[in-house]
């Protein structure tokens, strides 16, 4: 029974991160877009315009939802929840700190579901969350939100592949599939973090982790100036939020795995450091991250559609596997 | 028990949305509903602690085939199945009969045969004292099964020469008559001649 | 593994590396594709002289995945053979076609390795995979020339048709697996031993029968044979026609021979009452044919026929003659069949607008192109079985078998049908030597090279066989013996 309530907990700490972080995301988002562009951003709603996001939640809420006479209404209704539900079950698969630790005379693990197979879960549940994405497009019957929904569906096919086989030389290292012991992999400073010697598969990924979020400068599906919203563009009201919560609830997810995979997920970079819970290094490094993120947003141009598939099959696919093969060497003769 | 409750409520919400795929006459819900079979067949693996196949039953069917048969449905601008006219209307009656006298047949066989279990001695514990399932599985993919594994790799380059010869564009090939002549007679009568 | 394991599937090994090498040959290659058809060629006749080098060797490899013994190098010789033969047949046809691609090279050496994979599998796991390798290059050779309405449709039925036999097929084995919980030939034997023909392996084996007479095409399984074999390039109906179809019968030979052992007597009859129907199918729908491929495809079903008739028999003698002589049967019948497709390949690859392989077209052949009509005519003369011919002594040493597992009255009515097939046959020698042509024919440049070649090759097997089947004989019977190396 307390290994359920420590679940529940756990549970809904993390979810409650999620959720909780996404208005000040957007309201970060806006104030560094301002930046970027020479401008203030919000201002008016609380102080520094902090409660901006809370307005636009209630506006949303209180907007009509309209439905396309057209459309095809069971699947336009369904589409955002498949965006955004993958995104928390990944969250249950990411370690914020190390396993049987002793809470209460209670053994716990700082993780809600030590998968076995979990960073093959975040890739597969990456899959599904293009769904929402494709059926949104589809179901609008509407020309840009199908082409939309086609270019988003091509787009997440062609850079899971690179991604996917980006994460095997992370894999090969840890000499598991498993992400807390892939972090445990990461022990020690933060030079033995993977992301030193797995570079190229860093850089990989991260940039394939842009295209899967669907962000500028990869952001081909919604495209404001060729398709109008593309999936977006004949949803209103909290449905409309709802795609706007997923991407931000994605990008969290997104920076977590990142933090994970590639920068000792929990770990302190120090371990003079560990007396700080592992959980605020996590939350710093995600929003680290998260910060990235906005700053390539806001600071780079638009790829076109054909040279994002350029990226993706001519160059992270060889070179993925290129340095898959570098690493299967390396490690195959440092394990000897 | 638990856990055979569980198998009851995924296997027959998988076996529900398989009819649903064939009864739809929408493809994208079909589409949509074989995802939903996909990944309920993903949950009875996982109930059967082979974690590693049911990700990647969700990883490979749900996500990549199933992306692209999206894909291929609405490139075509699918909407509705339209039943084409059949040619053996009769059959459809045969098959009324004889479909449901089969499914008895096999259902009575196999009902009423003796199965050897391959299980023995592979428990939850022995996987993960031999490191957990992902690892168990390697191993057999790479040593019993290597034959196997590497004549599958051989099925995907043909599969992958194949879509390139059946697709790639070719330049002034005679075939392609209708392409530069636009004769559409002569291009029509070099489609249909004997090869 | 160890390297010992590789020597095992060296032959396939070759074809493997060839293929691959064909494929990164091909783009720096203009017009002329001599350079991979050489690749290609040297590594089937490679393959084949080191299958027959191992020869006498017995045995087993990854794990009792796959045996190398007299059986699986009886096969891989015949494969490797039909092959090459193949490969000569096809330069100037697809060139006539604007088709002459290395790809179709390295598919039909992708497809070869599958087939020896199935004839030197001991594990339901290399059998399917061998199978599906097989398959699939199969259905991609038939629609090969992409611009062609026959053509998509040989591919469209082929792969529809093929894919609904692998599940069937697949399923069957998966119930054998299920009651023996083993996927190797051996311990599948058994198992099954232990319990006895029941019910459901009984079901099972009818399954199995049922998906490989789809490969094989026995009636009332063969509807996709003739539409197939008439839309797909003639160089690979020809292929399709020996090699699928030996690789076919290595599967079901090993299969209901050790897997299916304890329910020969399913099988047997099940085979009996298939071979009837085939060989009546087969020939009776082959004399309403004017289209001569469509003709070959019927005969080619005839031809399984009789093959399944020594198949029963098999299932009902004590010793292995019917076995014996379905191998030597199946190394006839690649000679002859290849032979006549080869013919037909010349014909069309001289005219390739015009010819359209009717009956009618072959009126007077023998004037017009004197070498082609008395290939033809030997190719005819050994399908019938006349003796002299490779024919007539597969189908002497076949029926022999089956008339000593006490099955008299299936030899008898498989004579009788191969009378029936002498007027189909004929009737082709009789049109190319005493018909009329309905029309003038340009004269045409005589084909050389390459295509005379496979001929001459055909032919002399033909004869070779139809005169000293010694030595063929006593490879056939060494080869049928012990299956588990």
């Known amino acids: ?336 | 028990m638990a856990e055979k409750i569980l198998f009851i409520i995924f296997a027959s919400l998988a076996v529900l949305g398989a009819l649903g795929v064939i009864t739809r006459t929408n493809i994208v819900h079909g589409l949509l509903l074989l995802v939903f079979t996909f990944v309920n067949v993903a949950a009875v693996f996982l109930l059967t602690q082979a974690y590693f196949l049911a990700v990647i039953q969700v990883l490979v069917y749900a996500g990549a085939i199933l992306v692209l048969f999206a894909f291929v449905v609405m490139f075509l601008n699918l909407k509705e199945f339209h039943q084409l006219e059949q040619l053996h209307g009769t059959q459809k009656w045969a098959v009324l009969v004889l479909a449901p006298i089969l499914l008895a047949e096999i259902v009575v066989v196999v009902a009423g045969a003796t199965w050897t279990s391959v299980g023995a001695g592979i428990t939850p514990d022995a996987i993960a004292a031999q490191g957990g399932n992902v690892r168990v599985l390697g191993i057999t993919l790479f040593n019993e099964m290597l034959l196997p594994f590497e004549m599958a790799s051989l099925i995907l380059l043909v599969g992958m020469v194949g879509a390139i010869v059946l697709a790639k564009k070719e330049d002034g090939a005679s075939m392609a008559l209708r392409d530069w002549t636009g004769d559409e007679e002569a291009a029509q009568a070099v489609v249909e001649q004997e090869v | 593994m160890t390297a010992m394991d590789l020597i095992v599937i060296l032959p396939e090994l070759i074809l493997v590396v060839a293929g691959c090498l064909a494929l990164v040959v091909e783009p720096y290659l203009k017009k002329d594709k001599t350079a991979a058809v050489t690749i290609v060629a040297t590594a089937l006749v490679a393959s084949g002289a080191v299958a027959f080098g191992l020869a006498g060797e017995t045995r087993a490899a990854f794990g009792n995945m796959v045996v190398l013994n007299d059986y699986a190098v009886f096969f891989k010789v015949l494969f490797a053979v039909a092959g090459v033969i193949t490969v000569l047949m096809s330069p100037r046809y697809l060139a006539a076609y604007d088709r002459h691609l290395g790809e179709y090279y390295a598919l039909l050496l992708f497809a070869i390795v599958g087939m020896d994979i199935m004839a030197a599998a001991r594990d339901l796991m290399a059998f399917y995979v061998g199978l599906e390798l097989m398959a699939v290059s199969s259905y991609l050779l038939a629609g090969f020339f992409r611009y062609h309405a026959r053509s998509n449709e040989a591919a469209l039925k082929y792969f529809l048709t093929g894919a609904f036999a692998s599940a069937i097929t697949l399923y069957g084995l998966s119930l054998v697996y299920g009651f023996a919980g083993a996927t190797n030939y051996q311990q599948i034997g058994q198992a099954l031993q232990a319990t006895g023909n029941t019910t459901a392996i009984a079901l099972a084996t009818a399954l199995v029968v049922v998906g490989t007479g789809f490969k094989v095409s026995m009636a009332p399984f063969h509807m996709w044979t003739p539409d197939v074999y008439q839309g797909a390039p003639t160089p690979v109906a020809g292929f399709f026609s020996v090699g699928p179809k030996a690789a076919g019968f290595s599967a079901i030979l090993m299969l209901f021979l050790t897997v299916l052992d304890v329910s020969r007597s399913t099988w047997s009859i099940l085979f009996i009452v298939l071979a009837v129907l085939t060989m009546a199918v087969g020939n009776l729908f082959a004399l309403a044919q004017k289209n001569i491929k469509r003709m070959l495809a019927y005969s080619s079903i005839a031809h399984v026929g009789y093959l399944a008739a020594g198949l029963g028999a098999l299932g009902r003698a004590d010793d292995d003659l019917a076995g014996q002589a379905i191998l030597l049967y199946l190394a006839a019948y690649t000679f002859m069949n290849l032979g006549a497709f080869a013919i037909l390949a010349c014909l069309k690859t001289q005219d390739p607008a015009g010819h359209g392989y009717t009956l009618a077209e072959f009126a007077g052949l023998a004037r017009r192109a004197p070498w082609a009509a008395v290939l033809m005519s030997l190719f005819m003369f050994s399908l019938t079985g006349i003796p002299g011919t490779a024919g007539f002594i597969g189908k002497f040493y076949l029926f022999n078998a089956v008339v000593r597992a006490d099955l008299a009255w299936l030899a008898v009515l498989a004579v009788i049908f191969s009378a029936v097939s002498a007027y189909y046959y004929l009737r082709v020698i009789m049109y190319m030597f005493f018909r009329e042509p309905e029309r003038e024919y340009v004269p045409r440049e005589a084909i050389g090279g390459p295509l005379a070649a496979a001929l001459a090759l055909c032919a002399a097997g033909v004869i070779f066989i139809g005169l000293l089947p010694g030595s063929l004989w006593d490879a056939a019977v060494s080869s049928f013996g012990n299956f588990f190396g």
């Not at chain 1, 359920?4 to 995301?25: D, H, N, R, S």
């Not at chain 1, 890739?123 to 929904?149: K, P, Q, T």
């Not at chain 1, 599906?221 to 209103?236: D, F, I, K, N, R």
């Not at chain 1, 299967?328 to 003769?333: D, R, Y």
Request: charged fraction near 10%; include cysteine.
């Open chain 1, 1 to 336: 029974m307390t290994d359920f309530i420590f679940l529940l907990i756990k549970g809904v700490l993390w979810v409650a991160v999620g959720v909780g972080m996404v208005p000040f995301l957007i309201y970060f988002e806006r104030k560094w877009a301002g930046f970027f562009q020479s401008r203030v951003g919000p201002t008016y709603a609380g102080p520094w315009g902090s409660l901006q996001s809370f307005g636009d939640m209630a506006k949303l809420l209180s907007k009509e939802d309209v439905v396309p006479e057209r459309a095809d209404k069971a699947v336009f209704k369904l589409a955002p929840y498949i965006l955004f539900v993958p995104g928390f079950l990944v969250m249950a698969l990411i370690p914020f700190g190390p396993l049987n630790v002793d809470i209460f005379g209670h053994k716990v693990d700082l993780v809600i579901a030590n998968f076995d197979a979990g960073a093959i879960m975040f890739m597969a549940l990456g899959s599904i969350a293009v769904y929402g994405i494709v059926f949104a497009g589809w179901a609008s019957n509407n020309h840009w939100s199908l082409l939309g929904g086609l270019r988003c569906g091509a787009n997440m096919v062609s850079y899971e592949i690179a991604m996917g086989l980006a994460l095997v030389g992370i894999f090969l290292m840890a000499d598991s599939v498993n992400f807390s012991q892939i972090v445990d992999g990461q022990a020690g400073n933060f030079w033995n973090w993977y992301f030193i010697p797995q570079i190229v598969a860093f850089v990989i990924f991260f940039i394939s982790s842009i295209a899967e979020l669907n962000r500028d400068p990869f952001n081909v599906a919604e495209a404001e100036q060729e398709l109008v919203a593309g999936h977006m563009t004949e949803y209103s009201g909290m449905r409309w939020g709802l795609f706007m919560f997923g991407e931000y609830v994605n990008m969290v997810v997104m920076s977590a795995v990142i933090a994970t995979l590639f920068f000792g997920g929990w770990r302190a970079p120090f371990t003079a450091l560990d007396f700080i819970p592992g959980f605020i290094w996590l939350i710093g490094k995600v929003l680290f991250f998260i910060f990235l993120y906005m700053w390539i947003r806001w600071t780079l141009p638009r790829y076109r559609y054909n040279q994002l598939m350029d990226i993706g099959w001519k160059i992270f696919l060889p070179l993925a596997i290129a340095n898959l093969a570098v690493t299967a060497v390396i490690v195959s003769v440092v394990q000897r």
